[in-house]
């Protein structure tokens, strides 16, 4: 069996990939077609969703992504413990674009430049024994890409950076929700996969310690908060923000302090070993939070590193003499109930000791006028609840028996395993429950591999097919 170490260096060094841009080059209208249509299909209802305001009502009139293509460099290829390849690369985009907004309530904004800039990861799994030889893909970015984009006058854009930064921050949002790991967008090669074949689970968690910080400055201040700080004592109350992959999570602030230590612990998901660690200091202010310094690093590094990272920050860009030590452990998820324990949370309230992962493949079997129905599949767990994406019908689109093709996941800690009752599964039908399942948790707990699956009955003929899945932590060697 291979260690944790074997797994981390088990990259053969990254290519070039002059085919790869070539062949991109040569699809890029047909690239620009199925693109904007999955931004209309699925980005659009976010975007109405968390704009917002009058922005909410924002809609694509124009998607014309010009005809500079994606250029991809810095390729590696694995194999996957489940069967499938890993293809990593990096992505650069600088498109030239001709794209626009129109809202009931705002002025018409465009965008005629956009700069994409990431590491793309794509997983081909399964692998089948037919052509295509590979049913599913599933694209992500392993970290939030970096964004920029040039809007037009068509609004008046840049006399308005409050829209200009609620457009960003809300399409880098909807980037994150859809294609930031863990989050990935799965497209089926061959439309008969089994979706619980296809998808790929995490790795484990990373047990990641805020130490203490050194090297801290009064920072710099301007206006009110510099009057604030001529009447009360100048000395930071430090905290820090942490990034780890689309995962966000924060310190408390440490009073009066110019060597803070936190000593405190947080769990993340693991999906990808290149997936970054990020850190911003802050200064709690009542004015405004003041940055103090920021810095990075990977999971891959910091346990290479012996678990144990001392990171020098920068502060706009520039580095300074501010260092944050942190601290990290990995831990594997493994299908055995006995390692579902505070001992293998670490003992704290918040750790995670396991993880429950709930894929929601299909329903079959739906009745009624196609016109009518809207279906969905709620799943439902304690105070935990989940809902897929809803269908409606649209030519070529099967309704009585759709694909969901989503999972959603739940880190355990001990306190909920104290009485974790049922799962309740739900058919769905315009936010309206026509039928259900009740799988309790020790079903699954006994069931082989700690999976339960298959296809649950929800009455008059219709049924869902999903599958439940537990998980322990245990630490890797």
Same mark, same amino acid.
């Given at each position: 069996?291979?260690?944790?170490?074997d797994?981390?260096t088990a990259?053969?060094g990254?290519?070039?990939a002059?085919?790869?841009?070539?062949?991109?080059a040569?699809?890029w209208?047909n690239?620009?077609?199925?693109?904007?249509?999955i931004?209309?299909d699925?980005v659009?209802?976010?975007?109405a969703?968390?704009?917002?305001g009058? =922005?909410?009502?924002l809609?694509f009139? %124009? /998607? !014309?992504?010009g005809t500079v293509? @994606? $250029?991809?460099?810095?390729v *590696?290829?694995?194999?996957t413990?489940?069967?499938?390849?890993?293809?990593d690369?990096n992505?650069?985009?600088?498109?030239v674009c001709?794209?626009?907004?129109?809202?009931n309530?705002?002025?018409?904004?465009?965008?005629?430049?956009?700069q994409?800039r990431?590491?793309l990861?794509?997983?081909f799994?399964?692998l089948?024994?037919i052509i295509?030889?590979?049913g599913?893909?599933?694209?992500?970015?392993i970290?939030?890409?970096?964004?920029?984009?040039?809007?037009?006058?068509?609004?008046n854009i840049a006399?308005?950076s409050?829209?200009?930064k609620?457009v960003?921050?809300?399409?880098?949002g909807v980037i994150s929700s859809?294609?930031? =790991?863990?989050?990935r967008?799965?497209v %089926? /090669? !061959?439309?008969?996969?089994?979706? @619980? $074949?296809?998808?790929q689970? *995490?790795?484990?968690?990373?047990r990641?310690?805020?130490g203490?910080?050194?090297?801290?400055?009064p920072?710099k201040?301007s206006?009110?908060s510099?009057?604030?700080?001529k009447?009360?004592?100048?000395i930071?109350?430090?905290?820090?923000?942490?990034?780890?992959?689309?995962e966000?999570?924060?310190t408390?602030v440490?009073?009066?302090k110019?060597d803070?230590e936190w000593?405190?612990?947080?769990?993340f998901l693991v999906?990808?070993?290149?997936?970054s660690?990020?850190?911003d200091?802050?200064?709690?202010?009542?004015?405004g939070?003041?940055?103090?310094g920021i810095?990075h690093?990977?999971?891959?590094?910091v346990?290479?590193?012996?678990?144990t990272h001392?990171?020098a920050?920068t502060h706009n860009g520039?580095p300074?003499?501010? $260092?944050?030590t942190?601290?990290?452990?990995?831990?594997?998820?493994?299908p055995?109930?006995?390692?579902l324990?505070a001992?293998?949370?670490?003992g704290?309230?918040?750790?995670?000791c396991?993880?429950?992962?709930?894929l929601v493949?299909?329903a079959?079997?739906?009745?009624g006028?196609?016109?009518?129905l809207?279906p969905a599949i709620?799943?439902?767990w304690?105070?935990?609840k989940?809902?897929t994406?809803a269908k409606?019908?649209t030519p070529?689109?099967?309704i009585?028996?759709?694909?969901?093709?989503?999972?959603?996941k739940i880190?355990?800690?001990a306190d909920m395993?104290?009485?974790?009752?049922?799962?309740?599964i739900?058919?769905?039908?315009?936010?309206?429950?026509?039928?259900?399942a009740?799988?309790?948790?020790?079903?699954?707990?006994s069931?082989p591999?700690?999976?339960?699956?298959?296809?649950?009955?929800?009455g008059?003929g219709?049924s869902?097919r999903?599958s439940?899945?537990?998980?322990?932590v245990q630490?890797a060697?």
């Open positions: 069996m291979s260690t944790l170490i797994t981390l990259s053969g990254t290519e070039s002059g085919f790869l841009n070539d062949i991109v040569q699809l209208p690239i620009c077609v199925a693109g904007g249509q931004i209309k699925s659009e209802p976010i975007l969703t968390t704009l917002p009058p =922005l909410s009502g809609r009139t %124009k /998607l !014309d992504f293509p @994606f $250029k991809f460099s810095h *590696d290829v694995h194999k413990t489940t069967e499938g390849i890993k293809l690369m992505v650069d985009w600088e498109g001709d794209i626009e907004l129109d809202g309530h705002v002025p018409k904004i465009g965008v005629e430049k956009v994409l990431g590491r990861s794509i997983l799994c399964p089948t024994n295509p030889l590979i599913a893909m599933q694209i992500a970015f970290n939030t890409p970096t964004l920029n984009i040039d809007f037009t006058d068509a609004a006399d308005c409050l829209i200009a609620t960003r921050s809300t399409i880098l859809m294609f930031v =790991l863990p989050n967008f799965l %089926k /090669l !061959d439309a008969n996969t089994d979706y @619980f $074949k296809a998808y689970p *995490d790795h484990g968690i990373i990641l310690t805020i203490k910080a050194t090297g801290i400055n920072p201040k206006g009110a510099k009057f604030l700080a009447i009360v004592k100048d930071p109350d430090c905290f820090v923000k942490v990034d780890v992959g689309a966000q999570w924060r408390s440490k009073k009066n110019y803070p000593n405190e612990t947080h769990d999906t990808d070993y290149e997936q660690i990020s850190v200091v802050q200064d709690d202010d009542l004015v939070d003041d940055d103090i810095g690093t990977t999971i891959k590094e346990l290479l590193n012996g678990g001392e990171l920050l520039d300074s003499e501010v $260092k944050l942190i601290h990290a452990e990995f831990y594997n998820f493994i055995e109930a006995s390692l324990t001992a293998s949370g670490g704290a309230k918040d750790s995670v396991g993880i429950i992962t709930i493949a299909s079959l079997g739906l009745q006028q196609r016109d009518e809207n709620q799943v439902t304690g105070d935990k989940f809902l994406a409606t019908y070529g689109v099967d009585f028996n759709p694909s969901f093709d989503q999972a959603f880190p355990l800690t395993l104290t009485s974790p009752g049922s799962f309740r739900s058919l769905m039908n315009k936010k309206v429950e026509t039928g259900g009740e799988v309790p948790f020790q079903d699954v707990l069931a591999g700690m999976v339960k699956d298959g296809s649950f009955d929800m008059s219709a869902v999903a439940i899945s537990v998980h322990g630490l060697k």
